[in-house]
């Protein structure tokens, strides 16, 4: 049996632990979702409610450093050229903490953008309440929204394929069949998968 001391340096360090560790509400498919008011790349504020002509966005919560998100860099720039000229526009966020990824600064991301040519919002979410809202834990993490009147609410949450090295062997294009689907009218066959990649850097609490 533990003494005393033993039990309270377990508490401690437990207490710790939940308190570094973010809470999740985790938005789940048919959920609306709360907009939010973040920077992008050029400066400007951007929200939800910019899109108002927008009949879904792809949000994609993404990074700098991840070498899952490097390999799917190329697909979220293809997926905006294929998708937002049919309303569904793509939307990056970057929630990690520059503290612990310096490569994921503010400065970093303009510089990526440049450089990548971005043609889509990058935003940072200094805060990682954005991130926690959603219920993001990995770069990249999607969440494809459809437009219902003046919300947005989610239509699927997941991985943009399944294939993370190679995108020509990706026999599965979930983000792509899923936008598809809403384009069409359709239900959605799979709604939901495990997004795989780097975990957000939370900052210490």
């Known amino acids: 049996m533990m003494n005393k001391?033993?039990?309270g340096i377990l508490l401690i360090l437990l207490s710790v632990f939940i308190a570094a560790k973010p809470v999740m509400p985790n938005y789940s498919v048919g959920d609306t979702v709360s907009d939010f008011h973040l920077k992008n790349v050029d400066g400007k504020m951007i929200s939800l409610a910019d899109f108002e002509s927008a009949k879904g966005i792809i949000l994609i919560f993404d990074c700098n450093t991840c070498p899952y998100s490097r390999s799917y860099n190329?697909?979220?720039i293809?997926?905006?050229?294929k998708?937002?000229?049919k309303g569904f526009p793509?939307?990056?966020?970057n929630s990690n903490d520059p503290l612990s990824s310096p490569?994921?600064?503010?400065e970093e991301m303009v510089r990526i953008a440049k450089e990548k040519k971005y043609d889509f919002p990058y935003l940072i979410d200094e805060g990682q309440q954005v991130a926690k809202s959603f219920g993001a834990t990995n770069t990249p993490h999607v969440f494809v929204l459809k437009k219902?009147?003046?919300n947005f609410k989610v239509a699927y949450i997941g991985a943009i394929d399944n294939n993370v090295r190679d995108a020509s062997q990706a026999d599965k294009k979930y983000v792509e069949d899923a936008v598809e689907a809403l384009?069409?009218?359709k239900s959605i066959t799979t709604s939901k998968t495990k997004a795989v990649g780097c975990g957000i850097k939370w900052k210490n609490v």
């Open 78 to 81: 293809d997926l905006n050229k």
């Open 5 to 7: 001391f033993q039990t």
């Open 148 to 150: 219902e009147g003046d």
């Open 90 to 93: 793509v939307v990056a966020i």
């Open 74 to 76: 190329q697909r979220i």
């Open 183 to 185: 384009i069409a009218g």
């Open 103 to 106: 490569g994921d600064s503010f």
């Open 83 to 85: 998708y937002a000229t």
